[in-house]
């Protein structure tokens, strides 16, 4: 895969994130936690996806648990189970592309 195709994908899962609703409170200390939850819930939900995409949907080989557990400051086991089929469901209708298929999960 090129580094510009990769680049659009990457463009196009983070796309498909919904901006979560601002909370309006008159408030400024409940408003700014509640502002600081919804960039977080985005946050988890970038590296869930990305991930995802790392490992269904990069070829002709997806990135080894072990590099993504390193970017993405979590535990090899952490990252292997970040990330649902809806998220990989998600990637694909984002990015218009098909998983690629796994032949094992040892990587």
């Given at each position: 895969?090129?580094?510009?195709?990769?680049?659009?994908?990457?463009?196009?899962?983070?796309?498909?994130?919904?901006?979560?609703?601002?909370?309006?409170?008159?408030?400024?200390?409940l408003?700014?936690?509640?502002?600081?939850?919804?960039?977080?819930?985005?946050?988890?939900?970038?590296?869930?996806?990305?991930?995802?995409?790392?490992?269904?949907?990069?070829?002709?080989?997806?990135?080894?648990?072990?590099?993504?557990?390193?970017?993405?400051?979590?535990?090899?086991?952490?990252?292997?189970?970040a990330?649902?089929?809806?998220?990989?469901?998600?990637?694909?209708?984002?990015?218009?592309?098909?998983?690629?298929?796994?032949?094992?999960?040892?990587?």
């Amino acid at each position: 895969m090129s580094t510009r195709r990769v680049a659009g994908d990457v463009k196009a899962v983070l796309g498909a994130i919904e901006d979560p609703s601002h909370t309006a409170s008159s408030d400024a200390v409940l408003a700014a936690l509640a502002d600081a939850h919804a960039r977080r819930m985005r946050a988890e939900e970038e590296i869930r996806l990305l991930l995802a995409y790392a490992r269904h949907f990069v070829y002709p080989h997806p990135y080894t648990f072990g590099e993504l557990a390193q970017a993405a400051g979590m535990s090899v086991s952490g990252v292997r189970t970040a990330f649902s089929s809806g998220d990989v469901d998600k990637v694909a209708a984002a990015t218009g592309l098909e998983p690629v298929p796994q032949e094992g999960e040892g990587s």
